[in-house]
């Protein structure tokens, strides 16, 4: 069939503010008009509630292995252990790609972080981490974008968002573009294996389906994740392609200088493993993807810093499912060139004394990390990133010492 | 979270997926108190407007016209991008009308005459003016009467240049003698196997020939003709002399002899029984009761073909509110349903993106017997996996995704399955709850 398509589907999308108006064009600095300085900023959404104790382990919290029972890590030094960072904190092993940023000052983690939010909705928290508020308010744009708005300068084509949709984080009044890789994009396995279920039992969709997954398995496994088409593969491997992508994409001299990424895969429920299974494969995917857009980005990677957040972390103790539920305070990584790193920020508060007998404790509001970015980042005024940008947050300081002066 | 709405009845939903694509938010609960009522009401419905600049098909026949006769390469690009543009327009506007009607029933039973008189793309020449077709041949006539419709897409350049009747020659014609050519039997086979008798209605080679004798002449006004890219009758082609077909004479009376010929055709009793079957297929089952659809082709016969009365016979049927779900959802149908729960159209290029990958792109049938209409068609191992990779990346583009559980609960109401509502609430996003909707077991049929 030879009609509708140019050749190269690969796209960019010009969205119009949130109104969802899409137009073709080309690949890719040659629609963006130049762009005041080269720093770059990159917010990576974890969508699905990351487990921040899994992460960066506390290993050195007495309590550490007692309450995380099965799913504990085994201490820096075991076989196949946590990566130790410092005496106290230590990096999931399917997080092994980022190890060498943290000797070199680019990664930065904030531990026990998270908004004021209480409830334990996905939705909901999703949304606050994306408006930047405290409470849903049905608001329609996101912070990323009111900060744009400050950023812009007459230049409208500052910001992009990967992966076809444009997230909440980046709508607003000022216009961004989008990416998409070719074909459909599954970022995420869990959507599958939460179909697996529903399907069961249907006499139709329920064998086609089981096939289908052995079939895509076979294939993926005989022709390997990168086959150019990372967007029709799911789980954990398909963000890499993604990732890799936006990194080519603010390198571009013309390029982006912002850019939103979505990852999900995070509502380890079930079986989420410790130092191998679900969850550390999930954290490899991640891993992997990022240290590509590292090496992507080439020398524009010394004039960035990018932020991995999720909505919220996960409940201290393991589940009766080998899993964890839906908790309060997770971590949050910053990374980049121009990020004061090698260390872990933030005031640990213990495991003795959790959220509601269960979570760990926010220390961090995140929206400070946020706010300290922008601030010394960007140059933005504090007050206006107070009042504009996060409304009604003058009394959440900005973090000091995020980056390099 | 709490449902939006009230639980509305099962037939509400039923009306909606069978005689519509999928309910709006808020729609079930309006239509719940009748929803035989409201299908019926729709056939008294205006037709939905379509966007103005959508070309006629003359325009894009004499396009395509001018392209075969100009070797120059620089316009045939030129016209290749009006072709694909015109395409897109074409796609996107039928996908928007479908989602944002208020009478969907004539958007289905658009689709399904416009499936049953296929015009595909598969024929690169037809390309430009597949979606003209379907506005100027199909849609005037989904509740008027059958034998204008056949006639009307019988006489469309689109039908006589994709079943090459534009070329077909009597052999006894004025051209025929001088050229030495013959007639193409493609229209006269594919009018009586699939537009009216269906393929076991009791025609012979002879009564193929017949007919494509008979409709010798009907064609496409050539580009030095003011009514280029038009149908024209050229009585030169025509093959004089009387035909016999299906037992009736038909004397030498030109372009008449051929509207006489659709005429009795549309009337046979083989064409009552092909239809209703085809009706009952989509709207009932993949294997409809016979008694219904003996009950239809009697209302086809009866009332002379009359669409408003034959689809009332289907909607007035038993078995098409005893049997819910009982239909798998083709891709088209798929994406029409999730575009309008969803509230959200992409644009043209997305949309042919995705068809494309899931198998139907519209207007691009495989062969003049258009897209099949069974469950057996559709599922596959690859097809299943690629639908619900379609509802993901489909719930990733919505712009603004809305609350999931409300969306479930507005277009599945009662028919939403205790176990699709908790994978949907205990999805990690609103995204993923909206991927599980769409792709669950309940939204999958109609």
Known sequence: MSCCHSSRRDFLTLLAGSTGAFALANLPGAVFAAVPGDRRLVVVLLRGAMDGLAAVPPVGDRLYAEKRGSIALQPPGAAGGAIALDKYFALNPGLAALAPYYPKGELLIVHASGNGYHSRSHFDAQDLMETGLAEMHGQSDGWLNRALSLLQRGDTRLGLAVGGSVPLLLRGPVQVASWEPEGFQATDGDFIAALGPLYANDPLLGPALKEGIKAQSFSSAVLGDDTGKG??????????????????????????????????????????????????????????????????????????????????????????????????????????????????????????????????????????????????????????????????????????????? | MHLMTAPADLNAVLAVTRFGFAARAGELGQISSDPRGWALRQLQAQPVSLPADLPASSTMVALMLEQRRDKDMTDRKASEEQIKAVYLAELEARIRAAAETDAPLLERLTHFWSNHFT????????????????????????????????????????????????????????????????????????????????????????????????????SVARLDSPDAGNFQFYPQLHEPGPKRLLGLTYNDDGYDEGVAALTNLARHPATSRHIATKLARHFIADDPPPETVAHIADVFHQTGGDLKAVTASVINSDSVWAQPFGKFRTPDDLVTASCRASGFAPPGPMLAQSLKELNQLPFYAPSPAGWPDDAASWVSPESVLRRAQWCETFANRLPNPPDPVEIADASLGEALHADTLEAIRRAPSRRDGLALLFASPEFQRR
């Open chain 1, 231 to 405: 967007g029709m593969g799911f789980g954990p491997n398909a963000f890499k392609p993604l990732a890799e992508a936006a990194g080519k994409l603010l390198a571009a001299p013309q390029g982006p200088r912002i850019a939103a990424l979505d990852m999900g895969g995070w509502d380890t429920h079930v079986n989420q493993g410790a130092e191998t299974g679900r969850l550390a494969q999930n954290f490899q995917g991640f891993a992997e993807g990022i240290d590509a857009m590292a090496q992507a980005m080439g020398p524009a990677w010394d004039d960035t810093v990018l932020v991995a957040v999720t909505e919220f972390g996960r409940t201290v103790a393991v589940n009766g499912n080998n899993g964890t539920d839906h908790g309060t305070a997770s971590a949050l990584f910053v990374m980049g060139g121009r990020v004061k790193g090698g260390r872990v920020a933030g005031d640990w508060p213990g495991l003795d004394r959790l959220q509601d007998d269960r979570d760990l404790r926010v220390a961090v509001d995140s929206r400070t990390v946020m706010k300290g970015i922008l601030r010394d980042h960007f140059g933005l005024d504090p007050d206006l990133l107070g009042s504009r940008v996060f409304p009604d947050t003058a009394g959440l300081k900005p973090f000091d010492g995020l980056i390099r002066a």
């Open chain 2, 119 to 218: 015009v595909s793309g598969f024929r690169p020449f037809v390309r430009g003016f597949a979606g003209a077709f379907e506005r100027e041949a199909i849609r005037p006539h989904v509740t008027g009467r059958f034998s204008d419709m056949l006639l009307a897409a019988e006489r469309h350049p689109a039908m006589l240049l994709y079943l090459d009747n534009a070329e077909s020659i009597g052999p006894d014609s004025q051209a025929g003698i001088r050229r030495g050519k013959g007639i193409n039997e493609n229209l006269g086979r594919e009018t009586l196997e699939l537009h009216t008798l269906g393929v076991n209605g009791g025609y012979t080679q002879n009564d193929v020939e017949a007919l494509a004798r008979i409709l010798t002449g009907w």
